[in-house]
């Protein structure tokens, strides 16, 4: 079966920096989109950044200019954090679709969550 695992998740300090990875197993396709969500203490479930096969990306406004979003040939996709700050504090989550159409929703697939934590 298919399976998200996310890793580099971890504790820094505010101006600090982490790299995130998620790796897809169990498939022989390639998922035209890939991205990552997050979900802070309390707050709803919200959109970091995606890519596409093509390599096209897209960011959310708070996270622009600080986050870059990159996957390999494969199903493999990184995010790396940049300036981070306590705002940033949440439970980062891999997601994954075969289209546009299903990345981000229930037909798509989730990792279980990495938890980044950002001191100030």
């Known amino acids: 079966q298919v399976q998200l695992v996310e890793s580099g998740g971890g504790l820094v300090q505010a101006g600090g920096s982490l790299r995130l990875s998620c790796a897809a197993s169990?498939?022989?396709?390639?998922?035209?989109?890939m991205g990552w969500y997050r979900q802070p203490p309390g707050k709803q479930r919200e959109l970091v950044a995606q890519?596409?096969?093509?390599?096209?990306t897209n960011y959310a406004d708070s996270v622009k200019g600080r986050f870059t979003i990159s996957r390999d040939a494969k199903n493999t996709v990184y995010l790396q954090m940049n300036s981070l700050e306590p705002e940033d504090t949440a439970v980062y989550y891999c997601?994954?679709?075969?289209?546009?159409?299903?990345?981000?929703?229930?037909?798509?697939?989730w990792g279980q969550g990495t938890q980044v934590t950002v001191s100030s």
């Open positions: 997601a994954a679709g075969r289209d546009l159409g299903t990345f981000g929703q229930s037909a798509g697939y």
């Open positions: 169990g498939t022989i396709f390639r998922f035209n989109a």
């Open positions: 890519i596409i096969s093509a390599g096209s």
